[in-house]
């Protein structure tokens, strides 16, 4: 079992950087592949970018490359999505999850995920 707690969000003028954080319990974090996805109002939830168990791999939603990267700091049991160059289009819920696979992608089974939090950009 794992949970997952989402932080760091929040409101950013369009260009502003943001970092979100997903705390993880449990001993195991180190073998779950973790992804972040997001929530529009009205949309359907989509995947935003993915690590494998290590961090060394390493992979992300077209929209979002070159902006946006995920790390891990398996010692905190802690994974990270910074976010750089913001557009009113990336305000959603974010969430993040855990998946017992090795590489996640946007297809994988995720088993648990946060309660999300909050990205505002404004133009």
């Known amino acids: 079992q794992v949970q997952l707690v989402e932080s760091g969000g929040g409101l950013v003028q369009a260009g502003g950087s943001l970092r979100l954080s997903c705390a993880a319990s449990g001993r195991t974090f180190s073998t779950y592949g973790m992804g972040w996805f997001r929530q529009a109002p009205g949309k359907e939830r989509e995947f935003v970018a993915a690590t494998s168990w290590s961090g060394a791999n390493t992979y992300y939603t077209d929209s979002v490359k070159g902006r946006f990267t995920i790390s891990r700091d398996n010692a905190k049991n802690t994974v990270y999505l910074r976010m750089n160059s913001l557009k009113p289009e990336d305000t959603a819920v974010y969430y993040c999850?855990?998946?017992?696979?090795?590489?996640?992608?946007?297809?994988?089974?995720?088993?648990?995920w946060g309660q999300g939090t909050q990205v505002t950009v404004s133009s």
């Open positions: 999850a855990a998946t017992t696979l090795v590489f996640p992608r946007e297809n994988s089974v995720y088993d648990y």
